[in-house]
């Protein structure tokens, strides 16, 4: 599994915590440092099922200072993966792309019911 994090995200150390006590093995890389790609997001996206709002970090000061809640309404799905891919600030995390899903944001419950599946 992917894991995908900014480090000094709290939330991020516990999803990584609470996969490495369940003894889930990931391989983790930093949404700052490599952002996620078009082609990721895309198919990502794709595989999730989730609406592509999911996929925005909208409590983030980028997003914020973007005034992105105005404009994303107005931008087509091409636009927004496009603009998702720029800068790994702006990607909801933590995000981990599992063989069967990918979750965004860390929800312990969701994420138990999910991987315990796996």
Request: hydrophobic share 35%; glycine share 4%; net charge positive.
């Amino acid at each position: 599994m992917l894991f995908l994090e900014y480090p000094k995200c709290t939330t991020c150390q516990k999803a990584k915590k609470w996969l490495s006590d369940n003894g889930f093995a990931v391989e983790t890389r930093n949404i700052k440092e490599e952002n996620p790609t078009y082609a990721e997001l895309k198919a990502w996206h794709t595989q999730s099922g989730l609406p592509l709002k999911k996929f925005f970090n909208t409590s983030g000061l980028l997003y914020k200072s973007m005034q992105l809640k105005d404009k994303l309404p107005a931008m087509t799905e091409e636009e927004q993966l496009r603009l998702l891919a720029t800068d790994g600030m702006l990607v909801k995390r933590p995000l981990l792309i599992a063989e069967n899903a990918v979750l965004t944001g860390f929800r312990e419950k969701e994420w138990y019911e999910v991987l315990k599946n796996k």
